[in-house]
């Protein structure tokens, strides 16, 4: 079978369906030429088919979105943790069915009592628990807080790795008391 010769309507078709964001395959489809001599055809032209940055661009919306959501739920649960805390101290109706005439009866406490106080706080830890991992707090200067040990253990790292050219080497555990008297 002999090739059909590329042409500069080949060209121009290229040009003009890459520039209408069709793929490599679909303008091979419609030319009726293979997806490397469309390659081939666009190399000439500086076009490329790498969709990278459109792929970086959405996977970073998609990602705010996902924290916007985070965030919006986070909300969420503090309001449940809030309303749960007006709970601690609110009057609380108790009822009661039952005995041998099976009579109703319900009473109303100043607040919960303490098993219910604790159910309460249990509710109000974990709300309150799952928001901060959803959205940790920052801190004044709009870093995520971290434990003050933590970060001297990394500045201690960096400032290691600065002087010596690399991390510091792992530490080892000294030999036991019983092995220096041999």
Not at 17 to 23: C, M, T, Y
């Amino acid at each position: 079978m002999v090739a059909r010769p590329l042409t500069a309507k080949d060209r121009a078709a290229v040009k003009r369906l890459h520039a209408q964001g069709k793929s490599r395959n679909d303008i091979a489809r419609a030319i009726k030429r293979s997806p490397s001599t469309v390659s081939k055809l666009a190399a000439e032209q500086g076009l490329t088919f790498d969709r990278a940055p459109q792929v970086e661009a959405a996977t970073a919306v998609r990602k705010a979105d996902l924290a916007a959501r985070r965030a919006a739920f986070a909300e969420r649960l503090q309001d449940i943790a809030e309303r749960e805390a007006d709970k601690l101290s609110a009057p609380t109706l108790y009822w009661e069915w039952g005995g041998k005439d099976h009579k109703y009866a319900e009473k109303t406490a100043p607040e919960p009592i303490p098993a219910d106080r604790r159910s309460i706080m249990s509710i109000i830890a974990t709300a309150v628990d799952r928001s901060v991992k959803l959205v940790p707090p920052k801190d004044d200067a709009g870093a995520e807080s971290r434990s003050v040990i933590g970060d001297l253990m990394a500045g201690l790292a960096r400032n290691y790795a600065e002087r010596h050219g690399g991390p510091p080497p792992e530490h080892e555990e000294p030999e036991a008391a019983a092995d220096a008297d041999d």
